[in-house]
C-alpha cells in the first residue's frame, strides 16, 4: 500500500513539473516576439528614428511659427504655403537633425562604454522640453537692451539647461560641435536668400542663434537617451535570463 502511495505521489510532483515547465515555455513563448521585436536592433532603430523625426516636426512647427509672428525670421511670400506660416522644407530638415542627434546621442554613450544615467526619467525629459521652449520664447518675445545681453542670458539659460539635465562631457562637446555647424548652415541659407533675420548682428544671422541650437541639441539628445533605455534594459535582462 505504502508502494502504491509513494508510486501515486511521485507521479504526481513529475506531472506537475511538467505543468509548470509547460506554462514556462509557453510564457517565455509568448514573451519572445514581443521582446525580439523591442530589442531588435534594426527595428528598435527605425522605431525610435520615426519617433524622434515627429518630435523635431512638431518642435520646429511650433517654435517657428513663433519666430515667424514675432518677425524675428523672415521667408520669401512664395514659400509660405502652409498654415505654420512656415517654408515647407523647415518642418522636415529638423526632424531628421532630431532623428540623427537623438540617435547619435544614446551611440557615442554606448561606444564610451558609459551609459547616460542622470536623470533618466520621462518627467526630466518634459522638463527639459518645456525649458527649451521658454528658452526659445524668450528668444522671440523677451525685449532686452541691447543683443549682447540677449546673447549672454541665452546662453546661460542653455548652459544651465545642459547642467540640470545632462551634466555629461560627451553632450556638452556633441551639443557644442553640432551647435557650431548648425549655426554654419543657417549662415549658407541666409547668405543665398533662403531666408533672412530682420537684425542680424552676427554676420547674416543673431548672435544668439547658437545658444538655440545648443539647448535642442541637448533637449533631443535627452529624448534619444530615454528611447534607448528601453532597449538597453531589455538587453540586460535578456542576458540575466541567459
Not at 506531472?15 to 515547465?21: C, E, P, R
Not at 542622470?118 to 525685449?143: L, Q
Not at 547674416?204 to 539628445?221: D, E, H, K, N, Q
Request: glycine fraction near 8%; aromatic fraction near 12%.
Amino acid at each position: 500500500m505504502s508502494l502504491i502511495l509513494t508510486a501515486m505521489n511521485d507521479n504526481a510532483v513529475s506531472s506537475g513539473k511538467q505543468q509548470w515547465a509547460g506554462s514556462g515555455e509557453v510564457m517565455h513563448h509568448s514573451r519572445g516576439p514581443y521582446i525580439s521585436v523591442i530589442t531588435n536592433r534594426t527595428t528598435n532603430l527605425l522605431i525610435r528614428g520615426g519617433m524622434l523625426f515627429s518630435v523635431g516636426v512638431f518642435l520646429a512647427l511650433v517654435l517657428n511659427l513663433l519666430q515667424v509672428q514675432r518677425h524675428v525670421t523672415l521667408f520669401p511670400p512664395d514659400v509660405i504655403s502652409s498654415i505654420f506660416s512656415s517654408a515647407w522644407w523647415v518642418p522636415p530638415c529638423c526632424g531628421t537633425a532630431s532623428a540623427m542627434i537623438g540617435l547619435l546621442y544614446p551611440c557615442i554613450d554606448s561606444r564610451l562604454g558609459e551609459p547616460h544615467k542622470f536623470k533618466r526619467e520621462w518627467s526630466s525629459v518634459m522638463r527639459c522640453v518645456a525649458v527649451f521652449v521658454g528658452i526659445n520664447h524668450a528668444s522671440a518675445k523677451v525685449d532686452f537692451a541691447n543683443n549682447v545681453q540677449l546673447s549672454l542670458t541665452l546662453a546661460a539659460l542653455s548652459i544651465g539647461l545642459w547642467w540640470t539635465f545632462d551634466r555629461s562631457r560627451s553632450g556638452f562637446g556633441l551639443g557644442v560641435t553640432i551647435a557650431l555647424l548648425a549655426t554654419l548652415a543657417t549662415q549658407l541659407l541666409v547668405y543665398n536668400d533662403v531666408f533672412q533675420y530682420t537684425s542680424p548682428d552676427f554676420l547674416y544671422i543673431r548672435s544668439w542663434l547658437p545658444c538655440i541650437f545648443f539647448a535642442g541639441v541637448i533637449t533631443m539628445g535627452n529624448i534619444g537617451r530615454q528611447l534607448a533605455l528601453y532597449e538597453y534594459k531589455f538587453l540586460q535582462e535578456k542576458t540575466h535570463q541567459d
